[in-house]
């Protein structure tokens, strides 16, 4: 299988991940809540599911995208056999429908589903996910019960052809680190 990496940051509209310096600036979720930033590579490739994605470089107060609508545009020239989206879902699991355009002008339309941002302890880690070992709270305690989590979800479609672009679906409550779309062969 070979992989394009694709970039999202240009889209970022949401902070999720804070440094222990700054927790008050918490945006997952109502009670400013996110994921402790020391945990993430961010700039670097994060596998999760046998699948890498390349994560953005922490360096604004956005570091990822909540799901409004947004067009992703592709310069792809090998043709895709299907998508993988390293996300979250806020208050639950979470769907959007994700439209992807190929090169011949047709579209598939895609129901893509992201688990729920926090897993208890006593959950079993799961090869599908990147779990954080705790949770950042914007006050001044700490509690490891809750542990946020990263979800590696695939799609896939045949035959394989050329993607030109994708559309995200409007939910503010799904949200994605990264997306890395999937080819036929090797890499070398």
Not at 134 to 148: A, F, K, Q, T, V
């Amino acid at each position: 299988m070979r992989y394009f990496l694709i970039d999202l940051s240009s889209l970022h509209n949401a902070a999720g991940a804070t440094f222990d310096f700054e927790r008050n600036h918490g945006g997952v979720n109502a009670w400013g809540n996110s994921f402790p930033a020391e945990e993430i590579p961010f700039g670097q490739t994060l596998t999760v599911a046998d699948i890498p994605f390349r994560l953005p470089v922490k360096d604004g107060k956005f570091d990822h995208l909540e799901a409004l609508g947004q067009t992703i545009e592709l310069a792809q020239t090998s043709p895709a056999i299907g998508l993988a989206l390293l996300c979250f879902g806020e208050m639950g699991d979470q769907e959007i429908e994700l439209t992807v355009v190929f090169s011949d002008g047709h579209e598939k339309h895609l129901q893509v589903r992201a688990n729920v941002w926090l897993a208890d302890n006593s959950q079993a880690a799961e090869v599908t996910g990147f779990t954080c070992s705790h949770l950042h709270y914007p006050g001044d305690y700490e509690l490891s019960y809750l542990r946020p989590t990263l979800w590696c979800h695939r799609v896939d479609w045949t035959p394989a052809a050329i993607v030109v672009r994708m559309h995200l679906g409007m939910n503010p409550l799904f949200h994605i680190f990264a997306a890395t779309s999937l080819h036929e062969g090797s890499d070398q």
